[in-house]
């Protein structure tokens, strides 16, 4: 009947060997037994390298998987596969009402139909597109100060080509802010310099969820590109932030009269930030039942040295059927040495 210990060890032990026990006089089970030639203590030394080897490397890939640095990467990609922006738009006028009828506007009807939804920009668009029009105009009176500003969105768009040698409005995709007429300091009716009439201007663009504040001014006649670039942040794909960043002011031209313009265009290209952790928890799995294999087979390599270093009862049969074969022997040799003294006597 085998004790308890020996029951444990040949759940846990990894040096077994299989063993046949009869059930009755024809029917016999096998089963895994401890290893005979090992003692119950090298049983349990072998045992413990064995689960403590496979913990402690466990507890090794597990720290080392959830303590791992994130990596950080850069890239460019098209800034209309990420969400578009909302813009406030504020306007200042130094010298009311000399600076013109204002107008706001944002202009996406076409470009939104060209690209058909397939971009997450215009996507965002589109499904606004009910209670926020894909191009829609405010208009400040000349003499009325805005009180509310005005929210637009934002996604890139193609440059147009256009000429600035025009006195009409300017009906561009995307976003502008258009001064009807800046007054350079002169009474447009008699032509005399009068520097009570003069007045500039200003916009201000606000993004607080894309953290950009900026103030473009503008003065008679001018045409101006104000160029915001994208920046995004992501942790292992999903967007945690979204920025806008000044790119340039570019300058368009003069226009022939008093008009002045400000376009706002978004940078086609944007930067992406991406940081991601390597390797998955199946990669630490995976390398887990590697080591488990590996701490394996070195047992089966262990277990002639622990035959030696501990040995159990099948060593000890061994040892003493070599006793008792050298024994007579040994006896032979003994009885003999008489024999062979009395004939040299003799």
């Known amino acids: 009947m085998p004790s308890r210990a020996e029951t444990i060890f040949s759940v846990i032990s990894p040096a077994l060997q299989p063993v046949v026990k009869p059930l009755t006089s024809k029917v016999s089970i096998a089963e895994n037994a401890p290893r ?21 490397y466990t507890v090794w890939v597990l720290t080392a998987f959830f303590t791992r640095p994130e990596v950080e990467s850069f890239s460019i990609l098209p800034a209309r596969d990420f969400p578009s922006v909302s813009l406030t738009i504020s306007t200042v ?23 058909g939804g ?19 105009q405010q208009i400040l009176v000349a ?5 509310d500003p005005v929210v637009v969105s934002l996604c890139p768009v193609a440059d147009d080509v256009f000429s600035v040698e025009t006195t009409a409005y300017l009906p561009l995709p995307a976003v502008q802010v258009d001064f ?3 007054n350079p300091g002169q009474n447009k009716t008699t032509g005399i310099d009068d520097v009570r009439l003069k007045s500039t201007a200003a916009v201000r663009i606000d993004a607080a969820a894309a953290g950009l504040r900026r103030i473009v001014n503008m003065d008679t006649w001018q045409v101006k590109t104000l160029v915001l670039e994208t ?15 000044p790119s340039t ?19 086609p290209l944007a930067t992406v930030s991406d940081r991601t952790r390597p390797g998955t928890v199946v990669d630490a799995l995976a390398s887990i039942g590697g080591a488990v294999t590996v701490i394996t087979a070195l047992m089966v390599l262990l277990v002639p040295l622990f035959s030696v270093v501990f040995p159990g009862e ?33």
Not at 95 to 109: E, K, L, M, R, V
Not at 121 to 128: A, I, K, P
Request: charged share 10%; hydrophobic share 40%.
């Open 36 to 56: 005979r030639s090992i003692n119950l203590v090298g049983h349990g030394v072998l045992t413990f390298l064995y689960f403590g080897g496979i913990i402690a």
């Open 93 to 115: 006028c130094s010298n009311q009402p000399f600076c013109g009828n204002i107008t706001i506007a944002q202009n996406y009807t076409v470009v939104a139909g060209q690209d």
């Open 118 to 136: 397939t971009s997450q920009c215009f996507r965002d668009l589109l499904s606004q597109a009910g209670t926020s029009p894909l191009t829609r």
């Open 143 to 147: 003499g009325t100060p805005q009180v």
């Open 180 to 182: 009807l007429a800046i």
């Open 231 to 245: 920046y995004v942040q992501r942790v292992d794909g999903v967007i945690v932030n979204q920025r806008l960043l």
């Open 249 to 267: 002011v570019q300058y368009e031209g003069k226009r022939p009269n008093w008009r002045a313009t400000l376009l706002i265009r978004m940078d």
């Open 314 to 346: 099948a060593m000890a049969v061994v040892a003493s059927g070599e006793q008792s074969t050298q024994q007579p022997a040994a006896n032979a040799a003994n009885s003999a040495s008489p024999m062979t003294s009395q004939s040299t006597k003799a």
